[in-house]
């Protein structure tokens, strides 16, 4: 998959709000779809949020899946090429797939994440780490989950205006269309609405006889 020259923060030609662009989308009910959502709007600009180590270390804390305490450009890397598989394989590429599982069950190797329960309140939490392998095994794993199973063919594409993000769509009749109604799915319905405004503007009033 050929990839354009990044647009820097800021300067993205989008139609939504500079700060939804460059945060982490987390809309996606979904640990992998949701580390996929880490490159935006694949069909144009392509907008990369994981543009540094630290952008990676950013996205484990936000993601709630404990802190990575160091990060290389290597394991970045690893984390972009890991990405790339998920998505090919979900998407269904058959070109591409081969590689992609190779990819994806090498990063399943290694050791996932470690979930701890914490005393009173019975909550779990992630132990620390320093290691990326942990990590990606851990989205690796989700992805072969998700990939393996019935949920498979829930999995959808955002219906908005160059959203590329993909989501697991869990409500019970299957017609979920926006990864969020409050942008995707207005900004739609708003530019639809201004659509109908000019053509009643344009539209000659019928003569009288």
């Known amino acids: 998959m050929g990839r354009s020259q990044r647009p820097a923060p800021g300067s993205a030609n989008t139609a939504y709000p500079r700060s939804w662009v460059w945060e982490f989308p987390f809309r996606s009910d979904r640990l992998c779809l949701d580390f996929i959502s880490t490159l935006g ?9 994981l543009r540094a180590p630290s952008d990676l270390q950013r996205w484990v804390r936000q993601a709630g899946i404990g802190e990575l305490q160091t990060a290389s450009k290597s394991g970045l890397g690893r984390a972009l090429e890991l990405r790339e598989a998920v998505y090919t394989l979900v998407t269904g590429n058959a070109q591409q797939q081969p590689s992609a599982i190779a990819t994806l069950n090498h990063a399943a190797l290694h050791p996932p994440l470690v979930a701890q329960l914490e005393a009173p309140a019975h909550k779990s939490k992630w132990l620390p780490t320093a290691d990326v392998g942990q990590v990606l095994s851990t989205i690796a794993r989700d992805a072969i989950d998700l990939l393996s199973g019935p949920l498979r063919t829930r999995v959808k594409e955002c219906a908005g205006a160059d959203c590329t993000i993909l989501f697991l769509d869990t409500s019970r009749p299957g017609t979920r ?33």
Do not use: F
């Not at 709007?41 to 949020?49: G, I, K």
């Not at 799915?185 to 009288?208: C, E, F, I, M």
């Open 41 to 49: 709007s694949r069909r144009s600009l392509e907008l990369e949020r």
């Open 177 to 209: 269309r926006w990864c969020a109604m409050e942008v995707c799915g207005n900004q739609v319905k708003s530019a639809s609405l201004r659509a109908k405004r000019k053509a009643a503007r344009v539209t000659p009033a019928p003569q009288s006889t």
